[in-house]
């Protein structure tokens, strides 16, 4: 099967790993869909603006306060030195305003985990949609999607780009309100003290947001471009991790790692990009940020001269200065990190936006006892819409019927079991199980009556036990064991040390490829559909391993419907119909004998697989 897909591949509209990066499509769209994720949240939310809002005031209270203690001692200093009688610094005062401020600390770091927690609860809720709408709309996409990319840009999407999402909402969102907040109550503070040296310092507000937005307009490609190498990057180390064997065993390592290189160097250029364009805006800040300092200080110097300030006054503004500048710079950061944000935002609702398996109808049947009978009429089916594979098929299969499909690479034959199962929806005519239009039966039921042994052989992590389990709901030990025993498997897995408790690894690479092969195989006799699909089932196993899953399948299609793809003909002398399919048609079909007798192209195929001719046949 694996051979037909990769062709099934080639016809399949889709988004290859050489897509060239582009910048958001949609910035502002990206965002506010984004943000529209928040709305549910809006009490929670206010509840976070309240909190900063306190916080922050408790916090900037403090460098006025601070400098009325200044103050209070640069006066008691003074008249000491003046030689006033009695002059001395009222501790007393300032450890009172120490007091005070120690409870306006406490009250701001208190207020400000309440803010935290509140905040990590939205956010951790918003990603939790966020993975729960991906992983719905995964299952509601059509195969085609899914055999059009690579895994890894889509667990990258899944995983690393919500990550990014969450990462953002639970800091970034909080410090945004925070700076915010900051910046208005500096402000309001700074007026009460000098609305001179308040003027020169928002006047380094317009040069710093056009740095900031000239900065985010240029990095915003490179994160995109960062966020797409990465996908890419996930989706080959999982290619050369799952192939590893195949790539040693052809001593494909250096072409491996050149391919590696070539990826990560990508993802370095887009990565070094972002941030050192990104990492501009903190020195320039700080730049425009000294530059409004010093005139506050020289400013500053002057008025108290001049005895229109108080000592106490221009320390407490020039500490406001600096808090003022850290709201500013933390906001510019945080746009770098929104860039990345909006980027990954952006790449989860693509996703989000792909088009779906087409609707259920309302009225869609179900079929409560199918019986297996399987009808195609005038089927036309291609994957692009002006590119035709199959055209005008039809077949007719009785309930019980075994029926087998061969033919060279590319003839279709996997082509015809995804439109049965309904992978792919076909371009015109029907198929018909029991008289009824797939199309107007429920996706679910339609796919309950099959049972499939794949040559790719697909097991879980888990026990041997759970994976013969996989196809059936509320089973028993004993039927468990019945399965096993009937695909010849029960044996070796008792010879393992924990028996059917032994613990499959995520590729099963602790068992044979054959023991995998009797598994998948347990679990369809187990799953006792009324159509089973076999794809050369028998292919991973030896000689005599192969005569015993053959008894076992013989027993497992007795009385039911089956399509069998076969590449040994050997193994299909007894089936009641042979399809034999070439360029996406049926162009014989018949019994075994019949098609000999015929003398046509299944006849070729037959004798020149056991006349040791040098055909295709063994890709078919």
Not at 71 to 97: P, V
Not at 98 to 107: H, Q
Not at 137 to 166: E, M, T, Y
Not at 329 to 356: G, H, K, P, Y
Request: net charge neutral; hydrophobic share 45%; with cysteine.
């Amino acid at each position: 099967m694996s051979k037909d897909r990769k062709q099934e591949k080639n016809h399949s509209n889709g988004v290859g790993l050489g897509m060239p990066v582009q910048k958001a499509k949609d910035f502002k769209g990206t965002l506010k869909r984004l943000i529209s994720y928040l709305a549910p949240h809006k009490v929670r939310l206010f509840l976070v603006l309240i909190a900063a809002i306190i916080s922050t005031i408790f916090t900037i209270l403090s460098p006025k306060i601070l400098g009325e203690v200044t103050t209070k001692i640069f006066e008691g200093l003074m008249a000491k030195l003046n030689g006033i009688a009695g002059a001395s610094i009222d501790f007393n005062y300032i450890g009172r305003i120490l007091i005070i401020l120690i409870g306006l600390y406490l009250l701001s770091a208190a207020f400000s985990y309440i803010q935290q927690f509140i905040m990590v609860n939205v956010s951790q809720n918003i990603v939790y949609q966020l993975r729960k709408e991906i992983n719905e709309k995964v299952n509601r996409l059509p195969l085609k999607f899914l055999d059009s990319r690579s895994h890894g840009d889509i667990l990258s999407r899944a995983v690393n780009d919500i990550d990014n999402i969450s990462n953002t909402l639970q800091q970034s969102l909080t410090q945004v309100i925070t700076s915010v907040v900051t910046i208005i109550g500096i402000i309001i503070m700074m007026l009460t003290i000098s609305p001179l040296m308040t003027v020169i310092v928002i006047l380094t507000l317009p040069l710093s947001f056009v740095i900031t937005a000239l900065i985010i307009k240029k990095s915003q490609g490179y994160f995109k471009g960062q966020q797409k190498s990465l996908g890419d990057l996930n989706g080959h180390v999982e290619e050369m991790y799952t192939g590893h064997t195949v790539i040693k065993a052809f001593q494909r390592e250096k072409i491996a790692v050149e391919e590696f290189d070539k990826i990560n160097e990508e993802l370095y250029k887009s990565g070094w990009k972002a941030q050192y364009v990104s990492g501009i805006i903190q020195p320039l800040m700080a730049l425009v940020n000294n530059i409004g300092y010093v005139l506050v200080c020289v400013v500053g110097g002057v008025l108290v001269t001049r005895g229109t300030i108080q000592i106490g006054g221009i320390q407490a503004f020039i500490q406001y200065a600096r808090q003022f500048s850290q709201p500013i710079t933390q906001a510019a950061n945080i746009s770098n990190i929104i860039q990345s944000t909006i980027a990954s935002a952006e790449r989860v609702f693509e996703i989000l936006d792909e088009e779906e398996m087409p609707e259920e109808r309302a009225d869609a049947m179900v079929l409560p006892k199918p019986k297996g009978n399987v009808s195609f009429e005038r089927v036309t089916f291609g994957y692009k819409s002006d590119e035709m594979i199959i055209e005008g098929m039809n077949i007719d299969v009785k309930s019980g019927q075994t029926v087998a499909i061969v033919g060279p690479t590319g003839a279709g034959k996997t082509t015809l079991i995804n439109l049965l199962m309904r992978f792919y929806d076909i371009n015109d005519g029907k198929i018909l199980i029991d008289g009824i239009d797939i199309k107007n039966l429920k996706r679910d039921n339609l796919r309950s009556m099959f049972g499939m042994v794949l040559q790719d052989t697909w097991l879980f992590n888990g026990t041997i036990r759970d994976n013969i389990a996989y196809g059936k709901d509320n089973v028993t030990e004993m039927e468990i064991v019945q399965a096993a025993k009937a695909a010849h498997a029960d044996h070796f897995i008792r010879t393992l040390p924990d028996g059917y408790d032994t613990i499959l690894n995520e590729e099963a690479s602790n068992i044979s490829q054959g023991q995998k092969q009797l598994i998948t195989i347990a679990r369809a006799i187990l799953a006792d559909p009324t159509i089973m699909i076999l794809d050369e089932a028998t292919s991973s196993v030896d000689t005599r391993t192969e005569k015993f899953i053959q008894n076992a399948m013989n027993k497992l299609m007795k009385d039911r419907t089956s399509f069998v793809i076969a590449h040994r003909l050997s193994t299909i002398k007894d089936a009641d119909i042979i399809l034999v399919m070439d360029k996406g048609n049926v162009i014989e079909q018949g019994t075994h004998q019949e098609l000999l007798d015929q003398k046509g192209f299944y006849a070729d195929l037959y004798n020149s697989q056991f006349s040791g001719n040098n055909l295709d046949i063994e890709a078919m």
